[in-house]
């Protein structure tokens, strides 16, 4: 590891990938009748998203719906439920151009992660179709063969991304500051903790506010979906 002198960190939901897997999994969920009631869960599913947009959803209450989400049934029946799900929402969505920018990172040598709000459950398949090895994601509580509903540790939000990376890191032997050069893609204005201690933010795909922040920074701004918005327009 002493040799690696340059760290690419990405976000995933609206960075890699063109949506949010967390809401995606949820409504995956609730059409097929997973999780009880069809048109309750896929409402609920709707309303939390809706404040997560506004700014008004705690962690602790998202932490809570989507991780209960995987108490329903055992990790075996879970990763059947998760295979349909990769199939059917997340590999379709996977687009070139984040490919193309994972790849560009690889090829260069730098040590590559995706460090992502959303649970590790749901996230792991997903950072395997990237090809990258390396996750940081929540982590949901597992008793035996079944989740809890809880959280394990630090979830991987705001500033708790820095505290896990930092985690991941000094296990590596190394710190963020182990770096010649650092970058972290985002697109979301929660992460605007761990893009203030890299050398190179870039907001990607951003949302309204942080594509303003960015600009009032000078921050590099990187549009990976553009070709998707011109096919859908």
């Not at 048109?39 to 404040?51: I, P, S």
């Not at 070139?96 to 590790?120: F, K, M, P, S, Y």
Request: with cysteine; charged share 25%.
């Amino acid at each position: 590891m002493t040799s690696v002198k340059r760290l690419a960190l990405f976000d995933l939901d609206h960075t890699l990938l063109p949506l949010d897997s967390d809401y995606q999994w949820a409504d995956f969920l609730a059409r097929s009748g997973r999780v009880g009631d069809p048109a309750e869960a896929m409402r609920r599913n709707d309303e939390l998203m809706a404040r997560y947009n506004a700014g008004n959803l705690t962690a602790d209450e998202t932490y809570e719906f989507m991780l209960g989400l995987l108490t329903r049934a055992d990790i075996d029946e879970l990763e059947q439920w998760h295979a349909a799900y990769m199939d059917e929402v997340v590999r379709p969505a996977i687009d070139d151009a984040a490919l193309d920018l994972v790849r560009q990172h690889q090829e260069q040598g730098d040590l590559c992660a995706i460090v992502t709000a959303t649970n590790e459950f749901v996230t792991t398949p997903i950072a395997q179709a990237f090809g990258i090895e390396h996750l940081i994601a929540t982590v949901p509580e597992r008793v035996g063969n079944r989740y809890t509903g809880k959280v394990q540790g630090v979830p991987s939000y705001q500033e708790g991304k820095i505290t896990r990376v930092e985690t991941w890191l000094n296990e590596l032997g190394q710190s963020l500051d182990s770096f010649e050069q650092t970058w972290f893609y985002s697109d979301s204005i929660n992460d605007l903790p761990l893009m203030e201690r890299v050398s190179h933010p870039v907001a990607t795909n951003p949302s309204p506010a942080l594509r303003a922040l960015a600009q009032e920074r000078g921050w590099p701004v990187l549009d990976l979906f553009e070709s998707l918005q011109d096919a859908k327009s």
